[in-house]
């Protein structure tokens, strides 16, 4: 199937970005779907699909089954360490090059973002291969093998705290959990001084990063770029109904014109 045209970007988004110093980027599932990484509320045919996966993202289903959540994230942390950044996520760390002010915040857990040239992005759900331990919390990297992806098992025992003996769990933001402080207060911050809040493929819906456009000045213009609508398209001043793998990069290309 040949791919749709681009359509061009919604009006006054360029104007926007030439004369913004501090835009705020907020990226979401969509962002990571392009590079093949199945969204976190999609379906996916795996060992796991059987399970609701808010079921599986909680504290107390860790605690309860500490095996099964730990082969599914440890699969998961897997698959995105053999996932690639696609071209939307290097132009955003083209735009932040072009723009020094600008804050990328993301709901994902992946690193595709920092693998791409990203720095100081602001992880609002955690990052997955952040572990550590479940008992003292302290901070503890793992290896992750690709056999994890390819031969996927139902269980595997969590590995042990160094320091406690208590399991590693995924640096996630689980069901019921808070999203981490410093990012959350970064990220906010960064809205309320914004001059401008572009959002990409993210569903509007899970809270408090779906909040972040909102915080900025009303004034300040907003934008969405996404091929679906979304629960924030309708606080947007302009839609860019476009694959971020497309649009930024075209984007970034306007911009150096
Ligand atoms: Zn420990």
């Known amino acids: 199937m040949p791919e749709a045209a681009l359509p061009a970007p919604p009006l006054g988004l360029l104007e926007a970005l030439r004369s913004a110093r501090r835009p705020l980027v907020l990226t979401g599932a969509g962002m990571s779907a392009e590079s093949g990484i199945a969204t976190f509320r999609g379906g996916e045919d795996s060992l796991w699909s059987r399970f609701d996966p808010t079921q599986l993202a909680t504290a107390d289903a860790f605690d309860a089954d500490p095996a099964l959540v730990w082969a599914w994230y440890r ?63 302290r901070p503890q990297a793992i290896e992750i093998d690709p056999a994890w992806a390819e031969r996927p098992q139902l ?3 969590p590995p042990a705290c160094a320091v406690c003996g208590g399991p590693l769990r995924p640096g996630v933001v689980w069901f019921g959990e808070s999203p981490p402080a410093r990012a959350l207060r970064a990220a906010i911050g960064a809205a309320q001084v914004a001059d401008l809040v572009l959002v990409v493929g993210t569903s509007g819906l899970v809270y408090p990063a779906a ?46 014109q």
């Open 211 to 256: 909040g972040l456009p909102a915080a900025a000045p009303a004034s300040v213009p907003r934008y969405e770029i996404n091929p679906e609508p979304s629960a924030l398209s309708a606080a947007m001043d302009g839609l860019w109904r476009a694959q971020a793998g497309v649009a930024l990069p075209r984007l970034v290309e306007l911009l150096a």
């Open 75 to 137: 699969w998961r942390m897997a698959k995105l360490r053999m996932s690639q950044p696609h071209a939307g996520h290097a132009a955003l760390a083209a735009l932040a090059r072009l723009r020094p002010g600008l804050v990328l915040a993301t709901q994902n857990v992946d690193d595709l973002h920092e693998r791409a040239g990203g720095r100081g992005v602001l992880h609002l759900h955690g990052e997955i291969a952040a572990t550590r331990c479940r008992r003292c919390d």
């Open 155 to 157: 269980r595997a025992a």
